[in-house]
């Protein structure tokens, strides 16, 4: 079972909205500021990985400690949120 799971903000110059590169599925964030895309990170993205990346099998048999995953998010630079 994949525990670690990355997040990558980039800018849309034409639609002037951050959005998401994942390896996390069903997560699509376009957001207009970077707060804002955090705030949709921490809304859901533990949730999609339970739902589409852990099985019954896998909650039931596996220990908590072990179900814990881990979300590699950076925010951009200044440089890249000022571009």
């Known amino acids: 079972m994949k525990r670690i799971f990355f997040i990558k903000a980039l800018w849309d110059e034409n639609a002037k909205v951050f959005y998401s590169e994942s390896d996390i599925e069903g997560l699509h964030i376009e957001?207009?500021?970077?707060?804002?895309?955090?705030?949709?990170?921490?809304?859901?993205?533990?949730?999609?990985?339970?739902?589409?990346?852990?099985?019954?099998a896998d909650v039931a048999g596996t220990a908590m400690k072990d179900l814990i995953p881990a979300i590699l998010w950076e925010r951009p630079s200044t440089k890249a949120i000022a571009a």
């Open 31 to 56: 957001a207009p500021t970077i707060d804002v895309f955090e705030e949709v990170i921490f809304d859901t993205a533990i949730e999609l990985i339970v739902e589409n990346h852990m099985s019954a």
